[in-house]
């Protein structure tokens, strides 16, 4: 019979990374579909021959958490939202107001740069799909020409609503270059674990470079002049093809989150063994 309380706690370790250990922006080796456990596993196969001329297609493996290069200065509005966010890092899990600690969704960028240990692209007539390992979410990424959306967020008849994870449209610049450029997220989700915000001004750029059979490198550049005193290139990540083309199943499951915070994390806080 399958035990609530050890299986919460064990996924909400695993899944969300609750410890301030884990949610370190610099992870060291993960335990699980790292590029460097991938490079091994491949052998003698290098680097799988040359890259496939406009093709995503496929399971990549990258870090839990992507290395982040530096922030720059944040504006005064910036500052006061930086504030206000609790981050993992700092709080204890109780204390925090991480939007994951609810089992909100990571949002776009942050997704880009943590809990990325596996992204799958479909592509499809007009669009890329692209899933993260985490949570199964998709994004759409369109490639049929359409131009991004305009005041997204603003008070105008028809002005469309922020989404957690923006608005995307995508080009191949080369054969093996593919841009995409977001507009529209959602002010709630955070850029990276440490907390630092952004507003629904924000708009990124990825560049995925596929350099050969086995190997993604992914840019993700930061433009919010609301938020950061000039745009910025915020990682400079890796992927690796995954031979098995499979992964793990990472899920947030908010009854086994409340269960946790309920038994384990706000008796913690409170100085109160957990039961």
Request: aromatic share 10%; charged share 25%.
């Amino acid at each position: 019979m399958r035990k609530p309380l050890m299986f919460g706690s064990v996924n909400l370790v695993v899944a969300l990374l609750v410890s301030s250990c884990a949610f370190a922006q610099d992870s060291p080796k993960p335990n699980y579909g790292g590029p460097e456990d991938l490079y091994e596993k491949l052998g003698d196969t290098g680097a799988g021959g040359p890259a496939p001329k406009r093709d995503l297609t496929g399971f990549w493996a990258g870090r839990v958490a992507q290395r982040l290069n530096e922030i720059p200065p944040l504006t005064p509005w910036g500052q006061e939202q930086f504030r206000l966010h609790k981050s993992n890092e700092k709080y204890p899990v109780a204390e925090s107001n991480d939007p994951i600690k609810g089992c909100d969704p990571l949002g776009f960028p942050r997704n880009i740069l943590f809990m990325t240990r596996g992204i799958v692209f479909t592509q499809m007539p007009g669009k890329l799909i692209e899933m993260s390992e985490y949570n199964r979410v998709w994004r759409e990424i369109w490639t049929d020409g359409r131009e991004l959306p305009k005041n997204v967020g603003g008070d105008t008849p028809g002005a469309p609503d922020p989404r957690w994870y923006g608005y995307s449209v995508g080009r191949w610049v080369d054969d093996y270059t593919f841009v995409v450029n977001t507009v529209g997220t959602d002010e709630r989700t955070w850029l990276d674990n440490a907390g630092h915000p952004h507003s629904t001004d924000l708009r990124v750029e990825e560049r995925y470079r596929r350099v050969s059979h086995n190997t993604l490198e992914v840019t993700v550049a930061i433009d919010d002049s609301k938020t950061y005193t000039k745009p910025f290139v915020i990682t400079n990540a890796k992927f690796t093809w995954i031979p098995e083309q499979d992964f793990e199943e990472e899920l947030c499951v908010p009854s086994e989150q409340a269960e946790y915070l309920k038994l384990i994390a706000n008796p913690a806080a409170n100085g109160a063994p957990s039961k």
